[in-house]
């Protein structure tokens, strides 16, 4: 079993929706969420990041941590064509070897 | 633009050769970490490098091998090259060692073809 389970997809929703984007992860360890997003033959880029559990907003993206059933949502509102990209989460606890756990991506097309 | 590149970009080469890959990190950047992207496989950690030291090990085979330079640039040299090795190899970059919230920022990616 991976440390940290996504589903590939792909999702493919309509403009304007609200998309949401899940992992799950085994290690209670965790102390630290992130989302990256990866355009087509680009690097990935770093959306939003969480310590612990709670939400964070930044415009129109929320990012969700649910500590007690180990689940980590993004949620995109009024998502737009130049959202189709892969999202990435990645998982990592502190300790002297600190690296990201990631998950292997979900591909998101949104649909004009 | 991360600020972080990479070269080359395309590599294409044979089974059992080596080559090596480039990364300039992020000026002032003092991590530089390397990742295999395949398609069935997902983004993987290779290795860190902190200040021109080994830092963190992930799954990187006995045939790759990194370092990192005074300049803090970074090369990965792959060797005996397999076709299972084809993918995209990226190099990120990040201020500190890597704890808590240090961002990494990721450059373009190698593309790297074994035939």
């Known amino acids: 079993q991976k440390e940290v389970e996504q589903d590939p997809g792909p999702l493919s929703v309509p403009e304007g929706a609200i998309v949401s984007l899940n992992c799950t992860y085994s290690?209670?360890?965790?102390?630290?969420f992130m989302w990256y997003r990866q355009y087509s033959r680009k690097g990935p880029e770093l959306l939003m990041y969480t310590y612990s559990s709670g939400n964070k907003e930044d415009g129109r993206f929320t990012a969700q941590v649910d500590k007690s059933s180990k689940y980590i949502s993004l949620f995109i509102r009024d998502s737009q064509p130049s959202d189709s990209a892969t999202y990435l989460c990645?998982?990592?606890?502190?300790?002297?070897?600190?690296?990201?756990?990631w998950g292997a991506g979900t591909k998101l097309i949104i649909k004009p | 633009d991360s600020g972080v590149t990479q070269t080359p970009k395309h590599l294409i080469t044979a089974t059992g050769q080596r080559v090596t890959l480039r990364c300039s990190p992020r000026?002032?950047?003092?991590?530089v970490y390397w990742y295999q992207q395949s398609l069935d496989q997902g983004l993987q950690f290779l290795i860190q490098?902190?200040?021109?030291?080994?830092?963190a090990k992930g799954n990187i085979l006995e045939r790759f091998s990194a370092q990192q330079f005074p300049d803090l640039h970074s090369e990965l040299n792959l060797s005996s090259l397999e076709l299972g090795d084809s993918a995209l190899y990226f190099c990120a970059s990040s201020e500190e060692a890597g704890e808590g919230t240090d961002t990494q920022y990721f450059g373009p990616g190698t593309r790297l073809t074994v035939l």
């Open positions: 290690n209670s360890a965790f102390q630290y």
């Open positions: 000026s002032g950047d003092l991590s």
């Open positions: 490098y902190y200040n021109g030291e080994e830092r």
């Open positions: 990645a998982s990592a606890y502190m300790d002297s070897n600190y690296q990201l756990i």
